[in-house]
């Protein structure tokens, strides 16, 4: 770390935090994670942590083919080999496109180190031409409208628009919303951190919560197998059930 401008003193006998992060640029559910990372890096420092940045296998729904169920597995490998081939104490995983939850959960249980996750929250609510918009379910609906004849370019262009107003993930109880409530629930997560909306300030202080917390976590040796417990799995699919969960729940 010397050889990046680092001195010892900032990173010995400190807790070496990792900052998973699923980023890309194609990856619009996460558009916001390289400003959140700023936000983890600071709680991290604050708490008396030294915090890296890594970067994981990004995966979205829109423009991964033919389905991004196929990368799931791949990015719990990545997230499991990443933590143990590297000197880190704990673990933020920043995800929340729909895989991309499940993938670095399953892949930081399997580590064994403290580990929490930090969901991207949903985007804003859609809105067009006086109309409420959920993402995905209504994007599939019209756009089906277009390839049908029924709706113009120009009111096709005013739907993606008004859909499509910010960082996040989809605002319905789809997936994303799914397994980020079941990680909530079964208490991965900061209480409350799933529905928190990615534009929101509240998100923000998320970030920084959540660097803070994963040093304490680090010294009280707060590992996924303390907390995954058959309470806490029966707990997530009660939420499940609750919320009108995505059948992926089950997958």
């Given amino acids: 770390m010397m050889q990046l401008g680092y001195s010892e003193e900032e990173f010995r006998d400190k807790p070496v935090i990792g900052v ?10 996460h558009s916001h994670f390289p400003e959140r990372v700023k936000d983890v890096k600071r709680g991290v420092l604050q708490a008396g942590g030294f915090p890296v940045e890594m970067p994981v296998l990004s995966v979205d729904e829109s423009n991964t083919k033919p389905t991004s169920m196929l990368y799931r597995n791949l990015l719990a490998m990545e997230t499991e080999e990443v933590i143990r081939s590297h000197p880190l104490d704990g673990v933020v995983l920043m995800g929340g ?139 997530a699919a009660i939420v499940a059930m609750a919320t009108g969960c995505s059948t992926n729940a089950v997958v």
């Fill in 20 to 29: 998973l992060s699923t980023w890309s640029e194609l990856n619009t559910c």
């Fill in 97 to 235: 496109c729909d895989k991309t939850t499940p993938g670095l959960v399953l892949g930081a249980v399997s580590a064994g180190v403290p580990m929490i996750y930090l969901p991207a929250g949903p985007m804003l609510r859609g809105n067009y031409a006086g109309r409420i918009l959920g993402s995905g379910s209504d994007a599939w609906k019209y756009w089906d409208e277009r390839r049908a004849g029924n709706i113009s370019d120009a009111e096709w262009q005013g739907v993606q628009g008004g859909i499509a107003r910010s960082a996040g993930t989809c605002m319905t109880m789809g997936t994303a919303s799914t397994m980020t409530a079941i990680a909530d629930a079964m208490g991965l997560t900061l209480p409350g951190a799933s529905s928190i909306p990615a534009a929101d300030a509240n998100h923000q202080r998320m970030g920084s919560d959540c660097g803070r917390r994963i040093v304490d976590m680090v010294w009280e040796d707060l590992v996924p197998s303390k907390i995954i417990t058959d309470a806490s799995v029966r707990n």
